[in-house]
């Protein structure tokens, strides 16, 4: 059974920092493009960053660059989201996705996500 799970989620100060993690399972992350989303309360989900399953190419929403990193690590078939600079704004439940891929890269708007991981909360307060 193919399967996502974040982990690395919980409380921050504003300026804080935290890394985000999402373990397969089930299936090699290998050939899929990979994708970060959040939905805060009282939101819609949007989409955050997004990686080609070479890890070669990323890219990110307005909100985070600059402070938000994605990588991966196909030989542990996970994928990380490194927060920086955080702020109550990026207060959310954090979700990671997969899309199977012919190999090339198009854009995260472009993939209609696979899997979905179960979400892990961010929450930015002082």
């Known amino acids: 059974q193919p399967q996502l799970v974040e982990s690395g989620g919980g409380l921050v100060q504003p300026g804080g920092s935290l890394r985000l993690s999402c373990a397969a399972s089930?299936?090699?992350?290998?050939?899929?493009?990979i994708g970060w989303f959040r939905q805060a309360p009282g939101k819609e989900r949007e989409g955050v960053a997004c990686i080609s399953s070479s890890g070669d190419s990323t890219d990110y929403s307005d909100s985070v660059k600059g402070r938000f990193t994605i990588s991966r690590d196909n030989a542990k078939n996970t994928v990380h989201l490194q927060m920086n600079s955080l702020q109550p704004d990026d207060t959310a439940v954090y979700y990671c996705a997969a899309s199977l891929t012919d190999g090339g890269y198009y854009g995260c708007a472009h993939y209609p996500m696979d899997y979905w991981g179960r979400g892990a909360l961010v929450t930015v307060s002082s």
């Open positions: 089930g299936f090699t992350l290998d050939y899929y493009v």
